[in-house]
């Protein structure tokens, strides 16, 4: 039975905002939301690191990062955990870092096979950088393997990037599934944030459909106890706008390509609302910390038992997610 025991104080301890952004369906708008998102947060003096685990590197190319150019990237991090996180960090903007990726990763699915910690290196890497970082955002590649696994064991919550189509929905459900067992098996602080919705067209009728599906299916989800059961809707919606499918070819940023277009201006709105609700968390965090007696033992009636916390994978679980 592999068993992994987590070293760290406490995921929820955590001062760092760790998203992975996640939809097994490819060409939703994972890479242009972590992007856009994340430069959008660094511009307001957020120290923010985007990590790029999906082979395709579209986020390190997005960046004007040449993978193929690369000393180091997060490869050779997840391969070797004696290696410093720093030997693969670019710093690619100011307050904004990467952890790049290149094609070597799609090797490394199969390489941590044997490994028994193999869902939890990036957890590890982004530990040992965490007093660098407030904002950390994963883009995942569109598939549920060992990478994507990483990124959720590592993360405190999911975005859902996605299209407003008819299948959205389907999706939707099949999607949070594999987090609620992710979340069962290896990282039971992991919720989902909610969705963003990508390339939207807001006058459409069926996008409008879809939307008030998406709204109902979340609210009704509320009191289930479920990892999505505070997930909602991101607004505004990210409209489709080509300098958005432009920006990416110069290495540049929707902000550094074109700053007021429709596209800069959804991902900085979603920014602040970003911002402003890890804000409120992380105040709502510090009043109960300065509520909290002294000597926790002060505020227990009765002697508790061992709360030592095993992370146990169930190999049936496990295996089932690394296929
Ligand atoms: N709001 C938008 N308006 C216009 N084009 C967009 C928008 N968002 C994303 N695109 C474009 O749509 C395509 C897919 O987006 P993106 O690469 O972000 O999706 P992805 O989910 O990361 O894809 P993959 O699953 O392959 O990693 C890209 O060409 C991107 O430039
Ligand atoms: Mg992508």
């Known amino acids: 039975m592999a068993a992994i025991r987590d070293e760290t104080p406490g995921r929820d301890a955590r001062q760092t905002r760790r998203v992975a952004l996640l939809n097994q369906k490819g060409g939703v708008g994972k890479t242009t939301t972590t992007v856009n998102l994340a430069a959008a947060i660094a511009e307001q003096g957020r120290p923010t690191l985007i990590v790029d685990i999906d082979p395709q590197s579209h986020a390190t190319l997005h960046l004007g990062v040449d993978p193929d150019g690369l000393d180091r990237s997060i ?21 904004l870092g990467l952890l790049p990726a290149e094609v070597h990763l799609a090797a490394a699915e ?8 193999r869902q939890d290196r990036l957890h590890r890497i982004l530990d040992r950088l ?4 407030e904002f950390v955002f994963i883009d995942c590649p569109p598939s549920l393997g060992i990478l994507t696994l990483n990124a959720l064991a590592a993360s405190g919550e999911v975005l859902v990037p996605l299209q407003a189509h008819f299948f959205a929905l389907q999706g939707v459900s099949k999607l949070l599934e594999t987090v609620q067992l992710v979340s069962q098996a290896a990282n039971p602080d992991l919720v989902v944030a909610g969705v963003i919705l990508c390339m939207h067209e807001e006058r459409a009728t069926l996008s409008k459909e879809v939307v008030a599906d998406l709204d109902e299916f979340f609210h009704a989800s509320r009191e289930g106890g479920a990892p999505w059961s505070d997930a909602k809707v991101f607004r505004p919606p990210v409209r489709r706008n080509i300098k958005l499918a432009e920006c ?11 700053k007021w277009c429709p596209g800069a201006l959804d991902y900085r709105a979603l920014a602040k609302s970003f ?22 033992r002060d505020a227990l009636e009765e002697p508790t038992e061992d709360t030592t916390a095993e992370i146990v994978v169930r190999p049936s679980a496990a295996a089932e997610m690394t296929g």
Do not use: C, H, M
């Not at 050779?76 to 307050?95: H, Y």
């Not at 199969?110 to 910690?117: F, K, P, R, S």
């Not at 070819?249 to 390509?257: A, D, L, P």
């Open 75 to 95: 490869y050779d991090l997840l391969l070797d955990p004696e290696l410093p996180a720093t030997e693969a960090l670019i710093e690619s903007r100011p307050n």
């Open 110 to 117: 199969t390489e941590l096979v044997g490994e028994a910690d």
């Open 130 to 133: 965490s007093d660098q970082y």
């Open 248 to 258: 990416p070819s110069f290495g540049q940023t929707i902000f550094e390509y074109s």
């Open 275 to 296: 911002i402003e609700e890890w804000d409120a968390r992380k105040s709502v965090k510090a009043e109960e910390i300065a509520q909290a007696p002294e000597d926790p």
